[in-house]
């Protein structure tokens, strides 16, 4: 499914979309305008679009909160997360390879503490 982003008048297709609204029966089944995460998985093509256009056009979504870059060939990940004046972004590196039902992490900028993330 695409993302509209009306601001920008652009449509992108995520990697990962998660949305967390209520489904409307007026729901449009081609394309989501409120995702509440978005995920991408960069290739060296499309890396600078995922971090650059795209990231800043998904910021201007009211309804969403985070926004993460996974990297598959460094496993490295970087989180985009929206707080009251501005999008911080917090970067971690590989503790243990990717599997398809866990990814694990090890913060080490700017903070020191483990995040997990289990797959939808």
């Known amino acids: 499914m695409k993302v509209g982003v009306e601001r920008a008048n652009r449509f992108y297709?995520?990697?990962i979309l998660v949305c967390c609204n209520p489904l409307e029966a007026d729901?449009?089944?081609?394309f989501e305008t409120a995702p509440k995460?978005?995920?991408e998985v960069p290739s060296p093509k499309?890396?600078?679009?995922?971090?650059g256009e795209k990231r800043i056009n998904y910021q201007t979504l009211a309804s969403l909160a985070e926004y993460l870059?996974?990297?598959?060939?460094t496993h490295e990940a970087i989180l985009y997360r929206r707080?009251?004046?501005f999008w911080p972004h917090y970067f971690?590196?590989?503790?243990?390879?990717w599997s398809c039902c866990r990814l694990n992490f090890l913060a080490v900028w700017p903070y020191?503490?483990?995040?997990?993330?289990?797959?939808?």
């Not at 729901?27 to 081609?30: G, L």
């Not at 499309?46 to 971090?51: F, G, I, L, N, R």
């Not at 971690?92 to 390879?97: E, F, I, L, P, Q």
Request: glycine letters at 0%; proline letters at 5%; a negative charge.
């Open 13 to 15: 297709y995520p990697d």
């Open 27 to 30: 729901a449009d089944d081609y």
């Open 37 to 39: 995460l978005i995920i």
């Open 46 to 51: 499309t890396a600078a679009t995922d971090d």
């Open 69 to 73: 870059l996974l990297d598959p060939k």
């Open 83 to 85: 707080n009251s004046f």
């Open 92 to 97: 971690w590196v590989r503790r243990m390879s």
């Open 112 to 120: 020191s503490w483990d995040l997990f993330f289990t797959s939808l």
